[in-house]
């Protein structure tokens, strides 16, 4: 997927994050985010449980399970039947990480947490929001129920259950906190560079230029583009599917099982250079004044 086709979903998120900033109910526009699909195993022990858009992955081992990113919390019942669908308990999922802390990704985790009694884990930054439940950070959009995080993690860090291991690279820009995760996994005797990236679009109304709550963003945003851009990648996947164009990724799939078209590190590379032209573009019309 190039960024010109990317464009299309993203720009539809932007719009419709613009219209919910001054409600306070903010989950009701976002039902068309929140349909049943059904799950399926993407490679190695590591599969999507999300919704047909809000992007939650389950990771599994013989000594438990992580769950990245757990959506609304009205999509909870989508989310613990995909698990159970796929043959895995609920109560088996030991750790709860996230992408980043909007209430699109992590309003399922108080209650996650609760019926499973699972590990929050968080960066500093995404921690605060997440235990005032959306109030706090630089630019809050929805809120959702608090959750205690019970541990910090800094960049470069390695998350580990089991066989486990995931690695954190805080991206800050999107969130204060953004996270992408990386880890490795085998299929069919080759290893192989799985990437969670985070979201990097530019919330509305968010200035890269003498912003009053966050003055260094536009520096923040620059210097994640690079660390994304210096990651291997082999295994593209995302926040939303549309991200990572998981719908048609699937279809493939199924036409040829063999293949994996979720393999694509060109989708990667093309997913950054759209969110950084974005990026840019916006830097050079707010410094021009235009």
Known sequence: MNWRKLFVPVAFMWLTLVSISAQTQTQKPFDDWNQPFKPFRIIGNIYYVGTNNLACFLITSPAGYVLIDT?????????????????????????????????????????????????????????????????????????????????????GEIVRLGSIALKAHLTPGHTEGNTAWSMTVEENGKKYEVLFAPSMSINPGVKMVNNPTWPTIADAYARSFQKLKSLPCDVFLGPHAPFFDMEAKVARMKADPKANPFIDPEGFRNYIAGFEKGYNDQLQKERSGK
Do not use: W
Not at 117 to 127: H, I, K, L, P, T
């Open 71 to 155: 959506a609304m919390q009205e999509s909870a019942p989508i989310i613990r039947a995909n698990i159970e669908s796929l043959g895995y308990k609920l109560k088996y999922v030991r750790l709860i990480l996230s992408s980043h802390a909007h209430f699109d990704h992590v309003a399922g985790h108080a209650d996650m947490k609760a019926a499973t009694g699972a590990q929050v884990v968080a960066s500093a930054a995404d921690a605060l929001a997440l235990e005032s439940g959306g109030a706090k950070g630089f630019h809050p959009i929805g809120s959702y129920k608090p959750v205690k995080v019970d541990r910090i993690i800094k960049d």
